[in-house]
């Protein structure tokens, strides 16, 4: 099959059976939109809770950024340890010390796999990325 636009004899560089670009696309439908979240590992699952209970030291919450696409979950960042608050307060490095170092290289990870950042929240991990 031609490449909408190509010279008769040439192949398209898909792979067989890959969905290929038709003249009916638009750019923003071939567009991937990846978003950066704050996950309570605990909250994931009854037995995560149970486990990060366990295993944590007084008090404590682990959390990890994760980078999803849709639902799908494509990027976690290492773990990191909270005070567990006693107001829904969102964790901050002076005294979740890793958050800042586990944000970093998440998103070390998402520009190395080509994705651009295209937008930020009010929240340092709260970040938009499209390829």
Do not use: C, K, N
């Amino acid at each position: 099959m031609r490449r909408p636009g190509a010279a008769r004899g040439t192949l398209a560089p898909y792979p067989s059976g890959a969905r290929q670009p038709g003249w009916g696309d638009r750019a923003e439908d071939l567009l991937e939109t990846l978003h950066v979240e704050l996950q309570d590992i605990g909250g994931t699952a009854w037995w995560a809770r149970i486990l990060t209970t366990l295993a944590s030291q007084s008090g404590s919450v682990q959390f990890r950024f994760v980078g999803r696409v849709a639902d799908e979950v494509r990027y976690s960042s290492s773990t990191f340890a909270s005070p567990t608050p006693i107001s829904p307060t969102p964790p901050e490095e002076q005294w979740a010390p890793g958050m800042t170092r586990s944000l970093e290289e998440l998103v070390s990870d998402i520009r190395h796999d080509g994705w651009t950042q295209t937008g930020s929240g009010s929240e340092p991990w709260s970040l938009t990325f499209e390829r």
